[in-house]
């Protein structure tokens, strides 16, 4: 069973403990008053030495009487202003906490729109109150990315699963699925989820920081030369010319190779996915303000600018650049943030917009 005392919130805390130091100051000025007045008073009527026994003891009564009055109306006015101002002054601080355990219980309650005052009351609590709009603003982006992640993870799923149920339904009922077709078509659905799963468990290690990475010295124009030559094929098969110009001198880097293979190869296949048959990828790599800058340059779709911010994001599909009928898993680019923050560097998009092109920057720190 809870006590009673325990239900009194902030504000009439602060203000019984402002009451309780006004009253012992109250009570520690009485009775200084009453111990040092009549002594000094006593000494100072001795020292006149005209007065009669008997008149310097009404005078010493009228003094303790007037003290007394005068000390008594001044310490209940003085105690009345002081617990006046207790009392504003508690329920300033009190009300705007107050506000912000309701937001917070709002929040609670998945209501991430809702915001905190700024209490007005100093630059501390103006501060608490940004740092928790802020902390309400972040919570509201992860759950719209959790809501679009679930809703695209399910329209990725779905088409694979209803062909595979299809040729299902189409077994249970005697028809023959055993052509050479029907299992190329059977094999590449497992296969597109297959390759979602690794993905997703590929971005969720590396954003968690539990991504594996064998690092070794590593020359930047082998990376660039083994991507491209691995993406050769499909590049050919596509009509897109791709090209690679490498600067001369670049340092090496303590990189994993397979990893930093997997960041090119991504980047090189969206940009195939976004180049017309004729155009053109090509692949630089060079010096940048002391890293190793690797760009992939196409001749795509190109990309709007207000996308470009969250083109890393899991599942964003906000125009054509990044639309499924691509045949993306739609977590590449997610994937290529993570393993190059992993390594110490930084990916950027650039492009000047639709129709002209996109060009992604990999910057790589060079080791000291």
């Known amino acids: 069973m809870r006590r009673p005392g325990r239900h009194v919130g902030l504000g009439g805390r602060l203000l019984a403990a402002q009451t309780l130091v006004v009253f012992v100051g109250v009570v520690t000025a009485g009775l200084v008053a009453a111990a040092v007045g009549p002594a000094i008073f006593r000494d100072h009527l001795h020292h006149a030495g005209t007065i009669s026994p008997e008149a310097s003891r009404h005078i010493e ?118 052509d050479e077709d029907t299992l190329t078509v059977l094999r590449t659905q497992t296969t597109r989820l297959r390759r979602l799963a690794e993905d997703l468990t590929a971005v969720s290690r590396a954003e968690e920081h539990r991504l594996d990475l064998h690092r ?63 155009g053109t990828v090509t692949v630089t790599a060079d010096r940048h303000d002391g890293d190793v800058r690797i760009r992939v340059t196409d001749t795509g779709d190109g990309i709007a600018a207000e996308h470009l911010p969250h083109l890393f994001e899991r599942f964003y599909r906000a125009d054509t650049a990044r639309d499924r009928d691509h045949g993306g898993s739609g977590i590449g680019l997610a994937i290529v943030r993570a393993i ?11 492009s000047d917009g639709p129709g002209r092109g996109a060009t992604f920057t990999v910057e790589l720190p060079v080791p000291r």
């Open 61 to 178: 009564e009228a003094y303790a009487s007037a003290s007394a009055l005068s000390l008594g109306v001044a310490m209940l006015c003085a105690l009345a202003a002081a617990l006046a101002v207790s009392a504003y002054v508690a329920r300033r601080v009190a009300h705007p906490i107050g506000q912000l355990a309701r937001v917070a219980a709002d929040i609670t309650d998945g209501q991430y729109e809702v915001r905190a005052p700024a209490p007005g009351i100093g630059a501390e609590f103006d501060t608490v109150a940004a740092a928790f709009n802020t902390m309400a603003g972040r919570l509201r982006d992860v759950e719209d990315t959790r809501r679009r992640l679930l809703g695209d993870l399910g329209h990725e799923m779905r088409t694979p699963l209803a062909t595979i149920e299809a040729y299902l339904d189409a077994a249970e009922d005697g028809i023959g699925v055993d």
């Open 216 to 278: 070794r010295t590593t020359s930047p124009a082998d990376l660039v030369d083994a991507a491209a030559a691995a993406a050769q094929p499909r590049y050919a098969a596509h009509n897109v010319t791709l090209t690679t110009r490498i600067a001369t001198g670049l340092p090496a880097l303590d990189v994993d190779p397979e990893r930093l293979g997997q960041v090119l190869g991504n980047l090189l296949d969206n940009a195939l996915r976004h180049t017309p048959p004729g």
């Open 340 to 350: 190059v923050t992993a390594h110490g560097g930084r990916v950027t998009a650039d």
